[in-house]
């Protein structure tokens, strides 16, 4: 069955820095764009950060931008989030998901991790 693990979260002090993993199984995601989104407590999930199949192309929410880097290994089946200068309001509950096409709308997306935590203390 198609499985998407995230993996990598945890508690960390403004400024420091996170690197999220997703692996994903079940499928080769041939084609597929990976997306990071996340989910602070009564808020919306949002968009993240994405990243087209060949790892060519790259789109990052304006409040992660210059902070957060997206990357993938399609050998392997992986995406990555490199989180840096984590400020608290970076605190969510962080997902990976996959999508036929680059978007940032997160019902483009048809395959969904079951989420990692990240905490960000002042």
């Known amino acids: 069955q198609v499985q998407l693990v995230e993996s990598g979260g945890g508690l960390v002090q403004a400024g420091g820095s996170l690197r999220l993993s997703c692996a994903a199984s079940?499928?080769?995601?041939?084609?597929?764009?990976m997306g990071w989104f996340r989910q602070a407590p009564g808020k919306e999930r949002e968009f993240v950060s994405f990243?087209?199949?060949?790892?060519?192309?790259?789109d990052y929410a304006d409040s992660v931008k210059g902070r957060f880097t997206i990357s993938r290994d399609t050998t392997k089946n992986t995406v990555f989030l490199q989180m840096n200068e984590l400020k608290p309001e970076d605190t969510a509950v962080y997902y990976c998901?996959?999508?036929?096409?680059?978007?940032?709308?997160?019902?483009?997306?048809?395959?969904w991790g079951q989420g990692t935590q990240v905490t960000v203390s002042s």
């Open positions: 998901a996959a999508a036929p096409s680059m978007t940032r709308r997160s019902l483009g997306y048809d395959y």
């Open positions: 079940g499928r080769a995601f041939n084609n597929y764009a």
């Open positions: 990243i087209n199949w060949s790892g060519g192309i790259t």
